[in-house]
């Protein structure tokens, strides 16, 4: 069945804008982490992606080595863009990094020049696309100089190959060097990427600060916990849950499903109840608050996941009772 994008998908989805830059993004972008691999079903893919666009997600975050197999995530996208998309290129922004081992030998992974700039050939190519709108360095890398890493971002910037750059995974104080490298060189950083949920509290600690300081936006990803800030583990593991699926590269282990954190989920869910959601779309609202925060990346194994995440977006005010029984529920 050839797909339409459907004509209201601008009418629900808020768009906020990256730092102090001109491209906004979907409050609420999707992510390829998991999911779009070899072993996973194409149709249902290409659902998941039909009904983000659909509802106003124009940002798609993909990596090199994103599937299984590494790469993977990028061919599905590159089939499902080439089948359904490709009309829709100039209202899409698509995202790839590089920093993970990648291909043998010692050019397969970390900053260098060499790998950078051979990493975004081959994930073009995977995705069937001209550019990327955003191209990442995945992790910083103990051993290249910044300079070098930076300049590779710069220089693909320059050749057209990726429109923004941005960092992942960088603490305060390397995204502090990074944005003044970058501000050196002419290219400034558009955003960092970064684990922020309930239960991942790191960015509150000087990053977020650095960015808005030098107007840089910030995406979170794993807001959810990959899964456990939603209802689905409350009774157990579903079979049909990332926990049960032992996909490994890093996806959730059911040995993290503790009965502290359940118990505390438990709590939380309560809470949500009493807002008028569920536990996912509260766990959402509650980074959305902060207007530091671009957007954040859901990942989602079925297309009602989306739908259901989406609803976050009508109520992401929360009073001052409502963060201080959050903050004694996590403590
Ligand atoms: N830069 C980095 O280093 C980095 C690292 C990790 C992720 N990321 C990016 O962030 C994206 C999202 O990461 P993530 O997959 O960990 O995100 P997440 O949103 O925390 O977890 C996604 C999982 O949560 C469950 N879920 C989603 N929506 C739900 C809902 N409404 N109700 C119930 N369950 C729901 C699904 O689990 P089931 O599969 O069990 O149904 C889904 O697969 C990735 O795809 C990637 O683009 C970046």
Known sequence: MSYTADSNRYDSMQYRRCGKSGLKLPAISLGLWHN?????????????????FDNG?????????????????????????????????????????????????PYGEWGSKKYLVSSLDQSLKRMGLDYVDIFYHHRPDPETPLEETMGALDLIVRQGKALYIGISNYSASETQKAIEV?????????IHQAKYSMLVRWVEEGLLEVLDKNGVGCIAFSSLAQGILTNKYLNGIPADSRAASARGNGALESNVLTQEIIQKVRRLNELAQQRGQDMA?????????????????????????????????????????????IESILK
């Open 57 to 105: 997600i124009t940002h798609f975050d993909l990596a090199n080595n994103y599937g299984p197999p590494p790469g993977g995530a990028e061919v599905t996208f590159g089939k499902i863009f080439k089948q359904d998309l490709k009309p829709y290129r100039d209202e899409m922004i698509v995202s790839s990094k590089a920093g993970y081992g990648m291909w043998p030998g």
């Open 36 to 52: 779009f691999g070899d072993i996973d079903d194409f149709g249902k893919c290409r659902t998941i992606i039909q009904t983000a």
């Open 182 to 190: 970058l501000n050196s060189l002419g290219t400034p950083l558009l």
């Open 281 to 325: 779309q509260m766990a959402l609202a509650w980074i959305l608050k902060d207007q530091r925060m671009t957007s954040l990346i859901i990942g989602a194994s079925k297309a009602e996941q989306v739908i259901d995440s989406l609803q976050s977006l009508k109520n992401y005010q929360f009073t001052n009772d409502e963060l201080n029984t």
